[in-house]
């Protein structure tokens, strides 16, 4: 039998995250598989766990041989694991110890079921589309990366205004001096790019999104464009500071003047596993506790709910 390999990726800034990691690679050694951790994190697992047995990722096993990935934290420890997998195909089931957590799928009361399932591999699996990064100075590319949630450009010093024109399928749009730009995808958009007031947008439609940060001028809306297209941000010769290029708040990269940061969909989906598949709606709800008492719900012909 082919020996099944699932990593545990958990917050090792939280004690409720290690502890729950740990149960978790009990749960796994019991069912006959193989868990496995990130290299960075092998001391404080190997600390909260008292043994010293715990595989490493990318030394005894590679992103290729992973079946699953177990996140145990909340969206911030979700991106992190997708970095840590990018390169496989393994999909990512969250278990929600953060706030928010629009990405985890099951709740911390739900951990035993939920690598119960995953052992099974009942689960569905849902894929959301990411953004391909670049950076360009003149012909040049400087920099590459990725993106789940967004890439934002960004000003570097508190005091200096960042000086950018944005741009849309190679054609200037409009130019302005504002805090930074997002560019995000669906799943970011109730992310940084929901903070600075950009559109909430189903994570099932392909698009890319475009949010000004504090821009100083007339047009500088949200902006919604076709998964086919691409947005970039140029920094201006005429910006009296520097920027910074952030992708999902983890990597980072210093933006000169003249600096183009281009973004378009990826080839690369990150992958989801889904116990409870649902309407996007209620998850909504759920998160932002918002207040739908006294919803009655369609009724069909003869006055009955569907």
């Not at 917050?11 to 149960?23: K, N, P, Q």
């Not at 496995?36 to 990722?57: H, K, N, Q, Y």
Request: hydrophobic fraction near 45%.
């Amino acid at each position: 039998m082919t020996e099944r390999h699932i990593l545990v990726v958990a917050h090792t800034g939280r004690d409720e995250s290690l502890d729950a990691a740990v149960r978790v690679v009990h749960l796994l050694r019991e069912a006959g598989v193989t868990p496995v951790v990130p290299a960075e994190s092998l001391d404080d697992l190997r600390d909260a766990a008292g043994d010293g047995t715990l595989s490493v990722l990318h030394h005894d096993v590679g992103v290729g041989d992973i079946e699953l990935v177990i996140v145990l934290g909340g969206d911030g420890t979700i991106l992190r694991a997708a970095e840590v997998s990018r390169g496989g195909s393994a999909p990512l089931l969250g278990v929600n110890l953060g706030h928010v957590g629009f990405l985890a799928e099951s709740e911390r009361d739900d951990l035993a079921s939920a690598v119960e399932r995953a052992l099974e591999r009942d689960y569905l699996v849902e894929e959301r589309m990411t953004l391909s990064v670049r950076v360009k100075l003149g012909s040049e590319v400087v920099y590459e990366t990725w993106a789940l949630n967004e890439a934002t450009v960004e000003k570097a010093s508190r005091e200096r205004m960042l000086e950018v024109v944005i741009e849309v399928d190679g054609r200037p749009l409009s130019s302005f001096g504002c805090d930074g730009v997002v560019m995000s995808t669906p799943t970011g958009s109730t992310a940084y790019a929901f903070s600075a007031g950009g559109p909430v947008v189903w994570p099932s439609l392909d698009a890319l999104l475009m949010v000004p940060l504090s821009a100083h001028a007339l047009f500088a809306r949200p902006i919604v464009i076709g998964p086919g297209s691409s947005l970039a941000v140029e920094v201006l010769d005429r910006t009296q500071g520097v920027g910074v290029l952030w992708c999902d708040g983890r990597r980072t990269f210093d933006l000169p003047r003249g600096a183009r940061v281009v973004a378009r969909r990826s080839s690369t989906p990150v992958r989801l596993a889904r116990l409870h598949p649902g309407p996007f709606t209620d998850r909504l709800v759920n998160k932002f506790a918002l207040p739908v008492h006294g919803w009655r719900g369609p009724v069909d012909d003869e006055g009955r709910a569907p």
